[in-house]
């Protein structure tokens, strides 16, 4: 270790991003000279609403070598493998996200764009017809496929519901394991180095003094020291992200957990319904401009499928992002860092990215700004595409039935978001650059999804023999239907893998 290595770094609040940020530095940096001290305070509430992710979780787990059924048996997870979403394109539609690809690309032909062509020439089911991920989810089936799983079984991808509060401790555990020091207390002051700028230490309400050289900010909306001490600003994005309200109510839920998120647009914001083992996450996410709040708590009680397991539970925020992610000396992670909304389920992805970022440009003392500079690009770049996506949903609605998705319809949207679907208007056409979240098939699936069918295809489409193509996209659907006929069901397989301990 040189001399001018990072010695003390102290991350403040627990929660998923701290814990997350906790068990990975702690298993991926030097330990010999390094101490992690996590401060928490059990005072302070966590929001805890993130129980349903994305995909790239799982090299998360992989990366600090979490056993994937250890995990999902601590935190009553479940498998998921897409999101179902309702009443968006218009009511009573409803369409498939899934996770994975669809179909397989031909002689350098996306696929949906042989669907596009295919879909001129005769009536089509839906394009996640051809997705493995939307077959095994449409009929409640889940199988973890193998390395050396064949097509179709290889394109099935999942990601996983929990209880955020639980995995949190599962977290801390492994944590704790490897040397990291928790202390119990609640933040009431830092200091600057008057020199440098950079925070020196924070202060406890006991008296406690806690000093270090690189601090993770992850208290949650109020940003203690990215915000309260250094004052980095925020850049809200409601002008494109009306929501900036939710309510959450857990219940109970006798039947068996589907293997699936499901969103169901409402008159002035979305609901969602997450399954875990034990019980069904609930929760609406909406307009304090179009719906109060007693409302909004009376309308996710009406539509609950079993008893509510507790009294509903308020959280307001303002999508939008900090305007560095790392300032000085203090990374931000989490809702420190910025929000956009729980559609897509990208609030845990961003913690991920944020720490994978943060190993990748770890700092000395000396705080290069070249290695501040290109992380809050990154990050920048990563929230930004993510927001788009999710704007996405609202703007290409053609529900006319309230003042919250007329607003929605007709609202602008950043330019970088009107380029992409003005070429999917076109011909169909999504440019991914590589790093982005989401990939071509999911931008194909909300969009077809939504109702927006491209007023023509690429030319290299018709290059291809029209017979041959149609032949094999139906062999194609053929055996995606059939490989899920024969997956047990999703409870079966979290029974015989991951079930968690039943309480005494």
Not at 168 to 184: I, P, Q, T
Not at 240 to 248: E, G, H, Q, S
Not at 404 to 417: A, E, I, K, Y
Not at 489 to 497: L, P
Request: proline share 4%.
């Amino acid at each position: 270790m040189h001399e001018h290595a990072i010695r003390q770094i102290v991350i403040v609040g627990g929660g998923t991003a701290g814990w997350m940020a906790a068990a990975a530095l702690v298993r991926l940096l030097d330990r010999r000279s390094l101490q992690i001290t996590l401060i928490e305070s059990d005072e302070i509430g966590t929001v805890g609403v993130g129980e349903a992710t994305i995909p790239p979780l799982i090299a998360y787990n992989n990366m600090i070598g979490i056993q994937e059924d250890e995990f999902l048996a601590a935190t009553q997870g479940t498998f998921k493998l897409g999101i179902e979403f309702v009443d968006w394109g218009a009511l009573g539609e409803r369409y498939f996200h899934p996770f994975g690809v669809h179909g397989q690309d031909f002689r350098g032909v996306a696929f949906h764009q042989l669907y596009l062509r295919e879909l001129r020439r005769r009536d089509l089911p839906p394009i996640d017809a051809w997705s493995m991920s939307a077959a095994a989810a449409s009929l409640g089936r889940y199988a973890r496929p193998g390395p050396d799983a064949r097509l179709p079984f290889s394109q099935l991808l999942h990601a996983f519901h929990f209880d955020a509060g639980l995995y949190a401790g599962f977290l801390r555990r492994l944590a704790e394991a490897d040397g990291v020091r928790r202390v119990e207390g609640r933040i009431v002051d830092s200091t600057l180095d008057g020199e440098s700028g950079n925070v020196r230490s924070v202060a406890l309400a006991d008296g406690t003094v806690l000093e270090g050289d690189l601090f993770i900010d992850c208290s949650g909306f109020r940003g203690l020291l990215i915000e309260g001490r250094l004052g980095t600003g925020y850049e809200e994005w409601k002008r494109w992200l009306p929501c900036d309200r939710a309510v959450a109510v857990p219940s109970l839920y006798p039947g068996q957990p589907d293997p699936f998120t499901r969103c169901t647009a409402r008159a002035s914001g979305w609901q969602w319904r997450i399954p875990l083992q034990h019980r069904m996450g609930n929760g609406l996410v909406y307009s304090s401009d179009h719906l109060s709040d007693s409302d909004a708590a009376a309308l996710v009680l009406a539509n609950l499928e079993g008893e509510a397991l507790a009294e509903p539970r308020h959280l307001a925020f303002t999508a939008g992002r900090r305007r560095r992610a790392w300032n000085r000396n203090v990374v931000s992670l989490g809702l420190s860092s910025g929000f956009i909304e729980p559609l897509e389920s990208t609030s845990i992805h961003l913690i991920q990215s944020g720490i994978v970022k943060l190993l990748a440009l770890f700092p000395d003392r000396r705080f290069n700004p070249v290695e501040r500079d290109e992380y809050n690009r990154q990050m920048q770049d990563v929230y930004e595409d993510a927001r788009d996506f999710i704007i996405l949903h609202y703007k290409i609605t053609r529900r006319d039935d309230s003042d919250f998705w007329n607003r929605c319809r007709t609202m602008d949207v950043p330019d970088s978001l009107a380029r992409r679907i003005e070429l999917w208007r076109a011909k169909g056409r999504v440019f991914r650059e590589g790093r982005e979240l989401f990939g071509t098939a999911s931008w194909a699936a909300v969009m077809l999804g939504q109702g927006l069918v491209p007023e023509a295809h690429e030319p290299a489409a018709d290059a291809l023999d029209a017979a041959m193509i149609a032949e094999a996209m139906d062999k194609m659907r053929l055996s995606y239907a059939r490989m899920a006929e024969h997956m047990p069901t999703h409870g079966e397989f979290i029974a015989r893998s991951c079930a968690a301990a039943k309480a005494e």
